[in-house]
Protein backbone atom coordinates (compact mmCIF):
# COMPACT_ATOMS: atom_id res chain seq x y z
CA UNK A 1 0.00 0.00 0.00
CA UNK A 2 1.32 3.33 -0.58
CA UNK A 3 -0.04 7.13 -0.15
CA UNK A 4 1.03 7.73 -3.79
CA UNK A 5 -1.47 7.04 -6.16
CA UNK A 6 1.75 7.88 -9.04
CA UNK A 7 4.63 5.66 -6.50
CA UNK A 8 4.65 3.96 -9.89
CA UNK A 9 4.11 5.88 -12.62
CA UNK A 10 5.58 9.29 -11.52
CA UNK A 11 5.60 10.42 -15.29
CA UNK A 12 1.87 10.60 -14.85
CA UNK A 13 1.35 12.68 -12.30
CA UNK A 14 0.69 16.08 -14.14
CA UNK A 15 -0.74 13.91 -17.15
CA UNK A 16 -4.03 12.61 -15.27
CA UNK A 17 -6.59 15.23 -13.98
CA UNK A 18 -7.55 15.79 -10.35
CA UNK A 19 -10.64 13.88 -9.97
CA UNK A 20 -12.09 16.62 -8.11
CA UNK A 21 -11.76 18.92 -10.55
CA UNK A 22 -13.38 16.70 -12.81
CA UNK A 23 -16.91 17.11 -14.98
CA UNK A 24 -17.78 14.21 -14.37
CA UNK A 25 -17.30 14.21 -10.38
CA UNK A 26 -20.92 15.85 -10.61
CA UNK A 27 -22.22 14.88 -14.35
CA UNK A 28 -25.76 13.10 -14.20
CA UNK A 29 -27.30 11.87 -17.59
CA UNK A 30 -30.35 13.76 -16.71
CA UNK A 31 -27.81 17.03 -17.79
CA UNK A 32 -28.39 15.76 -21.58
CA UNK A 33 -32.11 15.43 -21.69
CA UNK A 34 -32.85 18.14 -23.23
CA UNK A 35 -30.25 18.32 -25.66
CA UNK A 36 -31.54 15.27 -26.77
CA UNK A 37 -35.09 16.39 -26.99
CA UNK A 38 -34.09 18.87 -29.40
CA UNK A 39 -32.68 16.41 -31.47
CA UNK A 40 -35.37 14.58 -31.86
CA UNK A 41 -34.16 11.74 -29.38
CA UNK A 42 -37.01 9.30 -27.74
CA UNK A 43 -37.37 9.86 -24.38
CA UNK A 44 -35.83 6.57 -23.17
CA UNK A 45 -32.50 7.15 -25.09
CA UNK A 46 -30.42 7.05 -22.25
CA UNK A 47 -30.94 4.32 -19.12
CA UNK A 48 -32.78 5.20 -16.17
CA UNK A 49 -31.40 5.56 -12.72
CA UNK A 50 -32.56 2.52 -12.01
CA UNK A 51 -31.72 0.71 -14.84
CA UNK A 52 -27.96 2.07 -14.02
CA UNK A 53 -27.90 1.51 -10.40
CA UNK A 54 -28.86 -2.67 -11.43
CA UNK A 55 -26.08 -3.12 -13.74
CA UNK A 56 -23.75 -1.34 -10.85
CA UNK A 57 -24.89 -3.61 -8.42
CA UNK A 58 -25.00 -6.80 -10.51
CA UNK A 59 -21.59 -5.91 -11.69
CA UNK A 60 -20.11 -5.73 -8.35
CA UNK A 61 -22.30 -8.21 -6.62
CA UNK A 62 -19.51 -10.56 -5.87
CA UNK A 63 -17.35 -8.07 -5.04
CA UNK A 64 -16.36 -7.67 -1.04
CA UNK A 65 -14.70 -5.21 0.52
CA UNK A 66 -11.52 -5.66 -0.78
CA UNK A 67 -9.79 -2.64 -2.84
CA UNK A 68 -10.95 -2.36 -6.10
CA UNK A 69 -9.48 -2.14 -9.69
CA UNK A 70 -10.87 -0.30 -12.74
CA UNK A 71 -9.23 -1.05 -16.51
CA UNK A 72 -8.96 2.19 -18.19
CA UNK A 73 -8.22 2.39 -21.63
CA UNK A 74 -9.65 5.55 -23.26
CA UNK A 75 -10.43 8.97 -21.54
CA UNK A 76 -10.28 7.16 -18.14
CA UNK A 77 -6.43 7.21 -18.77
CA UNK A 78 -6.31 10.79 -18.27
CA UNK A 79 -9.63 11.71 -16.83
CA UNK A 80 -10.80 9.40 -14.45
CA UNK A 81 -13.14 11.54 -12.23
CA UNK A 82 -13.12 9.18 -9.36
CA UNK A 83 -10.73 9.11 -6.51
CA UNK A 84 -7.66 6.52 -6.46
CA UNK A 85 -5.20 5.34 -4.75
CA UNK A 86 -2.88 3.61 -6.90
CA UNK A 87 -1.96 3.03 -10.70
CA UNK A 88 -0.29 0.44 -12.52
CA UNK A 89 0.26 0.31 -15.77
CA UNK A 90 -1.96 -3.18 -16.54
CA UNK A 91 -2.20 -5.65 -19.81
CA UNK A 92 -5.24 -7.74 -20.98
CA UNK A 93 -5.58 -10.46 -23.21
CA UNK A 94 -8.60 -11.14 -25.72
CA UNK A 95 -9.53 -7.48 -25.81
CA UNK A 96 -8.53 -4.48 -28.34
CA UNK A 97 -9.07 -1.00 -28.58
CA UNK A 98 -11.68 -0.36 -30.91
CA UNK A 99 -12.86 3.08 -32.58
CA UNK A 100 -16.08 2.13 -32.66
CA UNK A 101 -18.33 3.56 -30.81
CA UNK A 102 -19.99 6.90 -33.03
CA UNK A 103 -21.15 9.75 -30.73
CA UNK A 104 -24.29 11.91 -31.90
CA UNK A 105 -25.37 12.69 -28.82
CA UNK A 106 -23.14 15.82 -28.24
CA UNK A 107 -20.77 14.51 -26.00
CA UNK A 108 -17.80 14.86 -28.79
CA UNK A 109 -19.93 14.91 -31.95
CA UNK A 110 -23.65 15.41 -33.15
CA UNK A 111 -25.86 13.90 -35.11
CA UNK A 112 -24.65 16.63 -38.34
CA UNK A 113 -21.11 16.08 -37.08
CA UNK A 114 -20.47 12.74 -35.51
CA UNK A 115 -17.81 11.96 -33.07
CA UNK A 116 -15.43 9.01 -32.41
CA UNK A 117 -14.74 7.30 -29.48
CA UNK A 118 -12.70 3.88 -28.01
CA UNK A 119 -14.47 1.08 -26.65
CA UNK A 120 -12.96 -1.99 -25.89
CA UNK A 121 -13.84 -4.84 -28.29
CA UNK A 122 -12.73 -8.81 -28.74
CA UNK A 123 -9.33 -8.92 -29.72
CA UNK A 124 -5.56 -9.58 -29.45
CA UNK A 125 -5.05 -7.30 -26.28
CA UNK A 126 -4.92 -3.99 -24.81
CA UNK A 127 -2.89 -1.99 -22.44
CA UNK A 128 -4.07 1.05 -20.25
CA UNK A 129 -4.32 1.79 -16.65
CA UNK A 130 -5.60 -0.15 -13.82
CA UNK A 131 -6.83 2.61 -11.06
CA UNK A 132 -7.34 1.30 -7.50
CA UNK A 133 -10.49 2.46 -5.29
CA UNK A 134 -10.02 1.96 -1.75
CA UNK A 135 -12.50 -0.46 -0.66
CA UNK A 136 -14.22 1.77 1.85
CA UNK A 137 -15.20 4.04 -1.22
CA UNK A 138 -15.83 1.91 -3.74
CA UNK A 139 -20.07 2.90 -3.65
CA UNK A 140 -19.95 6.33 -3.87
CA UNK A 141 -16.78 6.37 -6.73
CA UNK A 142 -18.11 3.55 -8.59
CA UNK A 143 -21.67 5.31 -8.61
CA UNK A 144 -20.05 8.39 -10.23
CA UNK A 145 -17.81 5.41 -12.89
CA UNK A 146 -21.33 4.07 -13.89
CA UNK A 147 -23.24 7.75 -14.66
CA UNK A 148 -20.73 8.40 -17.20
CA UNK A 149 -19.53 4.70 -18.77
CA UNK A 150 -23.19 3.75 -18.23
CA UNK A 151 -25.22 6.65 -20.03
CA UNK A 152 -26.80 4.69 -23.28
CA UNK A 153 -25.89 0.88 -22.57
CA UNK A 154 -22.97 1.09 -25.06
CA UNK A 155 -20.88 -0.62 -23.11
CA UNK A 156 -20.95 -3.67 -20.87
CA UNK A 157 -19.71 -3.91 -17.33
CA UNK A 158 -17.39 -6.49 -16.74
CA UNK A 159 -14.68 -8.06 -14.48
CA UNK A 160 -11.09 -9.27 -17.19
CA UNK A 161 -7.78 -10.16 -15.79
CA UNK A 162 -4.91 -8.12 -16.11
CA UNK A 163 -1.16 -8.02 -16.06
CA UNK A 164 0.66 -5.94 -14.01
CA UNK A 165 4.42 -5.49 -13.11
CA UNK A 166 3.23 -6.54 -9.59
CA UNK A 167 1.16 -9.67 -10.46
CA UNK A 168 -2.26 -10.27 -11.84
CA UNK A 169 -5.08 -8.00 -10.71
CA UNK A 170 -9.06 -8.60 -11.54
CA UNK A 171 -10.38 -5.21 -12.98
CA UNK A 172 -13.73 -4.16 -13.68
CA UNK A 173 -13.93 -2.57 -17.16
CA UNK A 174 -16.12 -1.25 -19.72
CA UNK A 175 -16.61 -4.06 -22.97
CA UNK A 176 -18.25 -2.59 -26.09
CA UNK A 177 -21.99 -3.39 -26.62
CA UNK A 178 -22.33 -4.80 -29.82
CA UNK A 179 -26.17 -4.84 -29.42
CA UNK A 180 -26.32 -0.92 -28.70
CA UNK A 181 -26.98 1.19 -32.04
CA UNK A 182 -23.72 3.46 -31.20
CA UNK A 183 -21.51 0.64 -31.57
CA UNK A 184 -21.10 0.43 -35.26
CA UNK A 185 -18.40 -1.95 -36.26
CA UNK A 186 -19.08 -1.45 -40.06
CA UNK A 187 -17.37 1.75 -39.92
CA UNK A 188 -15.44 2.43 -42.69
CA UNK A 189 -12.12 3.53 -42.69
CA UNK A 190 -12.51 7.21 -44.03
CA UNK A 191 -15.91 7.90 -41.91
CA UNK A 192 -13.45 7.17 -38.80
CA UNK A 193 -10.65 9.57 -40.09
CA UNK A 194 -14.03 12.12 -40.88
CA UNK A 195 -15.77 11.45 -37.47
CA UNK A 196 -12.27 11.45 -35.21
CA UNK A 197 -11.45 15.20 -37.35
CA UNK A 198 -14.77 17.02 -37.43
CA UNK A 199 -16.34 15.47 -34.27
CA UNK A 200 -16.90 17.86 -31.27
CA UNK A 201 -19.23 18.35 -28.36
CA UNK A 202 -18.94 19.50 -24.49
CA UNK A 203 -16.45 16.85 -23.57
CA UNK A 204 -14.21 18.42 -26.32
CA UNK A 205 -13.59 17.25 -29.95
CA UNK A 206 -13.05 13.70 -31.07
CA UNK A 207 -9.40 14.85 -32.49
CA UNK A 208 -8.54 15.83 -28.92
CA UNK A 209 -9.64 12.49 -27.49
CA UNK A 210 -7.81 10.91 -29.71
CA UNK A 211 -4.70 13.22 -29.14
CA UNK A 212 -5.03 12.77 -25.40
CA UNK A 213 -4.92 9.36 -26.17
CA UNK A 214 -1.65 8.94 -28.24
CA UNK A 215 0.46 11.06 -25.99
CA UNK A 216 -0.43 9.01 -23.16
CA UNK A 217 0.23 5.80 -24.56
CA UNK A 218 3.27 7.99 -25.74
CA UNK A 219 4.65 9.05 -22.31
CA UNK A 220 3.90 5.25 -20.96
CA UNK A 221 6.03 3.73 -23.83
CA UNK A 222 3.18 1.90 -25.70
CA UNK A 223 3.19 1.08 -29.09
CA UNK A 224 -0.71 0.86 -30.49
CA UNK A 225 -0.01 1.79 -34.60
CA UNK A 226 -3.56 1.33 -34.97
CA UNK A 227 -4.55 4.66 -32.80
CA UNK A 228 -1.16 6.07 -34.25
CA UNK A 229 -2.04 5.94 -37.82
CA UNK A 230 -5.69 7.33 -37.35
CA UNK A 231 -4.23 10.18 -35.52
CA UNK A 232 -1.95 11.03 -38.50
CA UNK A 233 -5.09 11.07 -40.79
CA UNK A 234 -7.50 12.73 -38.92
CA UNK A 235 -4.89 15.66 -38.53
CA UNK A 236 -4.08 15.56 -41.87
CA UNK A 237 -7.77 15.52 -43.00
CA UNK A 238 -8.75 18.19 -40.45
CA UNK A 239 -5.57 20.66 -41.76
CA UNK A 240 -7.34 20.11 -45.14
CA UNK A 241 -10.59 21.42 -44.16
Not at 24 to 33: K, L
Amino acid sequence: MTSDPFIHHPELRDKIRDPHESYFRTFTPSDFDERMKALGAPAHWRLTDEQREATRHAALEEHRGDDLWVFAYGSLMWDPGFLFEEIRLADVTGYARHFCLKDEIGGRGTREAPGLVAALDEGSSCTGLAFRIAGDRIDPETEILWRREMLSGAYVPAFVEAQTADGWIKAVTFLANRRAKRIRSDISRSDQVRYLATGSGVLGTSLEYIENLVNHLTTLGIEDREVSSLLSEAKAYAAGL
